[in-house]
């Protein structure tokens, strides 16, 4: 409890404190008139080097390149801040020489007195507090979901920083020590504390973001630099030469620290890019790259080598803002936003503005020099704002037209209102003159052309069907076949009177849609013609599945009417029907069977055990329960043989051992296994197939070969699969082998060996034995002949 209230204390003090100082703040920004000028001493002498927007400067018409003379009355020399801080801020009037005979006594105003323009109020006073309120809102309500949470307790004093250092910029702009001393204090803790949070955040991944030690370092070397500015701020100890320096050390411990974090960043989405926090990383990375990197390049890499800000920092600043978006949402989310997406999107957008941004920055230039000089600074700050209103401007009308374009134009919209009618359409089609039917209806809804035809392109006969008499169609006829060699299935093609579809190809032979002029005499417009494209792609895929459905039953039909070896391909199908089938009834056995024997079990367990039983309804009881467990055990071995678990994951060797370890415990006979290792990972079809061969023979074994020793041979050569198994039982005589009922097991090894397109030996006397020799091909050829690298979509 006085841990508690200490705490509290602590809290309400350290609230006390930030709300005085955001107050004095207030006050020196509405009290004292921003003079926004930057000064440079050269030879004794003080002149502008640079102008701050939205200052009193600019209204009273002071200019880059005049000399400050007085200040205050006094010689511009004797002024405190003038040679402290370089700065005329506070001054009440300051005599400026624009040349060698015009001077000009500007004075200003103190207090809230209405000579604030809107432009300053907006930039340092409107903007800072939004932010600030922006930044403490977020942290709030961080304490409030996350108070017990280290990285959300970081997090919120991160976002307290960068609003105070954003709030008090306008306090320093005017020389006021607090303000500075809000700057200097704050500013360097920032990169410290973002390498503190991801520490602690990546914690729950168990992700190291950076050593303790070089974060401390990192904070010890923030403390002296900070020590330093302070001093300098608030005492005459150090003179302003050597401030110079401490200045320099200041921002490039900002540019070291910002550094530090882009380069862990990369490093960690690097390491990771193939792992779940890939999209963390990038989002981290991108976040941080969008929110630092102005205010980096803009304001703090100019001011490290002495010059002038490229940006004022009133236009860089917002940037910050998609910090407490990004951070907020990775804490408080569970999901990560698609950063793949937004990126895209924003590279397609800074790519289209880019060369409009250059002309229009070109062109504003060009008017600036003529009326006043422009140096390349100038140039690069229109160019800036230019490029970053026409990338948002683009963004926006995204949006605009995602969200008010179909109310508005219902009409351009109705095309796809059309695929989705015809994807619903064809998804009951069966047939191809149903597809053309679906086709042709919608073509006739939305498109008024004078004619709708399906063809038949053959380039090896050299001809079209069907076609007419008349030149137009003659003409088109003669035109494909000139052209046949450049069709794309799902293509369009431009033709002397319309435009073709090319919905599906046989063999050499092409499906093509004419679609005939439109009865108005217009040409297509771009959404008729990425409507007919996306038709066109629809068709195909329905039209290529249509046909190898078609081709599928021709085979079997053809399959069914030939006396002679069954194909492998069909064979393949089957045994993957059957394997399926095996899989569905060895679910619902487990699912329901086996539970409901598992529920009886447990009641007649629970009803021996709570209920006095007589000694023989006791005995009568334990036999039906040992009958229950028998039948359990029986499913379950039904179970795996139906369809062994993790047989894909065990891989060849490991399910032959199961089986062997399982048979071993069950028949009278001794198993040698004798595998090789594998060196290249079968498929899961071949590893059922030598699965489903091993079951059959030792099955056999143990039911016909009267056998004491059974050996296994397997392993895997260059181009095939070797297995080899040999018995001493009785043997048979291979010759007069029937698929019999007594020897169905082997008939049906055989198939299931030719399935895969190898070769099996059945080797045996009567008294001798049985050897069978098995040789399957690694790789199978079978459905090439009907133009298809592979056929394992039959199977699938």
Same mark, same amino acid.
């Given at each position: 409890?006085?841990?508690?209230?200490?705490?509290?204390?602590?809290?309400?003090?350290?609230?006390?404190?930030?709300?005085?100082?955001?107050?004095?703040?207030?006050? *020196?920004?509405?009290?004292?008139?921003?003079?926004?000028?930057?000064?440079?001493?050269?030879?004794?002498? =003080?002149?502008?080097?640079?102008?701050?927007?939205?200052?009193?400067?600019?209204?009273?018409?002071?200019?880059?390149?005049?000399?400050?003379?007085?200040?205050?009355?006094?010689?511009?020399?004797?002024?405190?801040?003038?040679?402290?801080?370089?700065?005329?801020?506070?001054?009440?009037?300051?005599?400026?020489?624009?040349?060698?005979?015009?001077?000009?006594?500007?004075?200003?105003?103190?207090?809230?007195?209405?000579?604030?323009?809107?432009?300053?109020?907006?930039?340092?006073?409107?903007?800072?507090?939004?932010?600030?309120?922006?930044?403490?809102?977020?942290?709030?309500?961080?304490?409030?979901?996350?108070?017990?949470?280290?990285?959300?307790?970081?997090?919120?004093?991160?976002?307290?920083?960068?609003?105070?250092?954003?709030?008090?910029?306008?306090?320093?702009?005017?020389? @006021?020590?607090?303000?500075?001393?809000?700057?200097?204090?704050?500013?360097?803790?920032?990169?410290?504390?973002?390498?503190?949070?991801?520490?602690?955040?990546?914690?729950?991944?168990?992700?190291?973001?950076?050593?303790?030690?070089?974060?401390?370092?990192?904070?010890?070397?923030?403390?002296?630099?900070?020590?330093?500015?302070?001093?300098?701020?608030?005492?005459?100890?150090?003179?302003?030469?050597?401030?110079?320096?401490?200045?320099?050390? =200041?921002?490039?411990?900002?540019?070291?620290?910002?550094?530090?974090?882009?380069?862990?960043?990369?490093?960690?989405?690097?390491?990771?890019?193939?792992?779940?926090?890939?999209?963390?990383?990038?989002?981290?990375?991108?976040?941080?790259?969008?929110?630092?990197?102005?205010?980096?390049?803009?304001?703090?890499?100019?001011?490290?080598?002495?010059?002038?800000?490229?940006?004022?920092?009133?236009?860089?600043?917002?940037?910050?803002?998609?910090?407490?978006?990004?951070?907020?949402?990775?804490?408080?989310?569970?999901?990560?936003?698609?950063?793949?997406?937004?990126?895209?999107?924003?590279?397609?957008?800074?790519?289209?503005?880019?060369?409009?941004?250059?002309?229009?920055?070109?062109?504003?230039?060009?008017?600036?020099?003529?009326?006043?000089?422009?140096?390349?600074?100038?140039?690069?700050?229109?160019?800036?704002?230019?490029?970053?209103?026409? *990338?948002?401007?683009?963004?926006?009308?995204?949006?605009?037209?995602?969200?008010?374009?179909?109310?508005?134009?219902?009409?351009?919209?109705?095309?796809?209102?059309?695929?989705?009618?015809?994807?619903?359409?064809?998804?009951?089609?069966?047939?191809?003159?149903?597809?053309?039917?679906?086709?042709?209806?919608?073509?006739?809804?939305?498109?008024?052309?004078?004619?709708?035809?399906?063809?038949?392109? @053959?380039? *090896?006969?050299?001809?079209?069907?069907?076609?007419?008499?008349?030149?137009?169609?003659?003409?088109?006829?003669?035109?494909?076949?000139?052209?046949?060699?450049?069709?794309?299935?799902?293509?369009?093609?431009?033709?002397?009177?319309?435009?073709?579809?090319?919905?599906?190809?046989?063999?050499?032979?092409?499906?093509?849609?004419?679609?005939?002029?439109?009865?108005?005499?217009?040409?297509?417009?771009?959404?008729?013609?990425?409507?007919?494209?996306?038709?066109?792609?629809?068709?195909?895929?329905?039209?290529?599945?249509?046909?190898?459905?078609?081709?599928?039953?021709?085979?079997?039909?053809?399959?069914?009417?030939?006396?002679?070896?069954?194909?492998?391909?069909?064979?393949?199908?089957?045994?993957?029907?059957?394997?399926?089938?095996?899989?569905?009834?060895?679910?619902?056995?487990?699912?329901?069977?086996?539970?409901?024997?598992?529920?009886?079990?447990?009641?007649?367990?629970?009803?021996?055990?709570?209920?006095?039983?007589? @000694?023989?309804?006791?005995?009568?009881?334990?036999?039906?329960?040992?009958?229950?467990?028998?039948?359990?055990?029986?499913?379950?071995? *039904?179970?795996?043989?139906?369809?062994?678990?993790?047989?894909?994951?065990?891989?060849?060797?490991?399910?032959?051992?199961?089986?062997?370890?399982?048979?071993?415990?069950?028949?009278?006979?001794?198993?040698?296994?004798?595998?090789?290792?594998?060196?290249?990972?079968?498929?899961?079809?071949?590893?059922?197939?030598?699965?489903?061969?091993?079951?059959?023979?030792?099955?056999?074994?143990?039911?016909?070969?009267?056998?004491?020793?059974?050996?296994?041979?397997?392993?895997?050569?260059?181009?095939?699969? =070797?297995?080899?198994?040999?018995?001493?039982?009785?043997?048979? @005589?291979?010759? =007069?082998?029937?698929?019999?009922?007594?020897?169905?097991?082997?008939?049906?090894?055989?198939?299931?060996?030719?399935?895969?397109?190898?070769?099996?030996?059945?080797?045996?006397?009567?008294?001798?034995?049985?050897?069978?020799?098995?040789?399957?091909?690694?790789?199978?050829?079978?459905?090439?002949?009907?133009?298809?690298?592979?056929?394992?979509?039959?199977?699938?």
């Amino acid at each position: 409890m006085r841990n508690i209230h200490t705490k509290n204390i602590l809290t309400s003090l350290f609230l006390l404190i930030l709300v005085a100082l955001l107050l004095y703040m207030t006050l *020196t920004v509405v009290r004292e008139p921003f003079i926004g000028l930057e000064v440079r001493a050269q030879d004794g002498k =003080y002149f502008v080097e640079a102008i701050e927007p939205a200052g009193q400067a600019i209204v009273k018409g002071i200019k880059a390149g005049d000399e400050i003379v007085e200040v205050n009355g006094a010689p511009a020399a004797d002024y405190h801040n003038l040679n402290k801080f370089f700065s005329v801020e506070k001054a009440e009037s300051i005599l400026v020489r624009h040349d060698a005979t015009n001077y000009d006594l500007v004075t200003f105003s103190k207090g809230w007195n209405g000579e604030h323009s809107g432009s300053e109020l907006l930039i340092q006073l409107y903007l800072p507090l939004s932010s600030l309120l922006l930044f403490s809102g977020l942290s709030f309500f961080l304490y409030r979901k996350r108070k017990d949470d280290r990285a959300a307790f970081i997090l919120m004093l991160f976002f307290v920083i960068i609003g105070l250092s954003y709030y008090s910029s306008a306090a320093s702009y005017r020389s @006021d020590l607090v303000g500075y001393t809000m700057i200097y204090v704050a500013i360097p803790f920032i990169p410290s504390l973002f390498l503190l949070f991801m520490n602690n955040y990546l914690r729950r991944y168990d992700v190291e973001f950076i050593r303790k030690f070089w974060l401390n370092a990192l904070f010890v070397i923030s403390g002296i630099v900070q020590l330093g500015c302070l001093i300098y701020v608030w005492t005459d100890l150090i003179p302003s030469e050597v401030f110079i320096y401490i200045r320099m050390v =200041y921002y490039g411990t900002l540019l070291a620290g910002n550094f530090l974090c882009i380069v862990l960043l990369v490093k960690r989405y690097l390491y990771h890019r193939r792992t779940k926090l890939n999209s963390l990383f990038k989002i981290t990375l991108t976040s941080h790259i969008v929110a630092f990197t102005p205010f980096t390049l803009m304001n703090v890499l100019p001011l490290f080598f002495g010059s002038s800000q490229v940006l004022p920092a009133a236009f860089t600043a917002p940037f910050l803002f998609v910090l407490p978006v990004v951070y907020f949402y990775l804490l408080m989310s569970n999901q990560l936003f698609d950063i793949d997406f937004i990126l895209t999107r924003f590279k397609y957008y800074t790519s289209l503005a880019l060369i409009p941004s250059i002309i229009v920055a070109l062109g504003v230039a060009a008017i600036m020099k003529s009326q006043s000089s422009i140096n390349w600074i100038m140039f690069l700050q229109v160019f800036v704002l230019v490029y970053a209103s026409i *990338t948002l401007l683009l963004y926006l009308k995204e949006q605009i037209d995602h969200k008010f374009r179909p109310r508005l134009f219902k009409a351009m919209y109705s095309y796809q209102d059309s695929l989705d009618r015809f994807s619903r359409k064809i998804a009951r089609v069966m047939k191809r003159a149903d597809l053309e039917a679906v086709l042709r209806q919608e073509l006739n809804e939305l498109l008024p052309v004078n004619r709708i035809d399906f063809l038949l392109i @053959d380039p *090896t006969d050299a001809v079209v069907t069907p076609i007419g008499t008349t030149l137009e169609e003659q003409g088109t006829a003669i035109f494909l076949l000139q052209v046949v060699d450049t069709f794309k299935v799902g293509e369009m093609v431009e033709l002397p009177h319309g435009l073709g579809l090319v919905i599906g190809r046989q063999r050499s032979r092409y499906h093509v849609v004419w679609i005939g002029s439109k009865s108005n005499h217009t040409r297509f417009n771009s959404d008729e013609l990425r409507w007919l494209k996306t038709m066109a792609n629809y068709a195909s895929i329905v039209f290529e599945n249509l046909y190898l459905i078609e081709g599928l039953i021709e085979d079997l039909e053809s399959e069914v009417r030939k006396e002679q070896t069954t194909s492998p391909w069909v064979l393949r199908l089957l045994f993957c029907l059957s394997e399926n089938e095996r899989r569905k009834l060895a679910a619902d056995l487990h699912d329901s069977a086996l539970q409901d024997q598992l529920l009886w079990y447990r009641k007649l367990e629970s009803i021996m055990m709570d209920h006095p039983l007589s @000694d023989k309804l006791d005995q009568e009881l334990e036999e039906i329960k040992e009958g229950l467990l028998d039948v359990i055990h029986q499913i379950r071995e *039904t179970c795996n043989e139906l369809r062994p678990p993790l047989l894909k994951e065990m891989g060849v060797v490991e399910a032959v051992e199961s089986i062997v370890e399982h048979s071993q415990m069950r028949d009278n006979f001794a198993i040698d296994f004798r595998p090789k290792v594998f060196e290249r990972e079968l498929n899961e079809e071949q590893i059922t197939a030598i699965y489903r061969i091993v079951q059959e023979l030792l099955r056999n074994a143990a039911k016909h070969s009267q056998a004491k020793q059974v050996t296994l041979e397997l392993e895997q050569r260059k181009v095939e699969i =070797y297995f080899r198994y040999q018995d001493d039982g009785i043997g048979m @005589d291979v010759d =007069y082998m029937k698929a019999s009922f007594e020897h169905m097991g082997l008939s049906g090894i055989k198939e299931r060996v030719a399935s895969l397109e190898g070769d099996v030996i059945f080797s045996s006397k009567r008294g001798n034995g049985l050897e069978v020799v098995i040789r399957l091909p690694e790789t199978m050829t079978a459905g090439r002949e009907r133009g298809l690298l592979r056929d394992s979509y039959l199977i699938s």
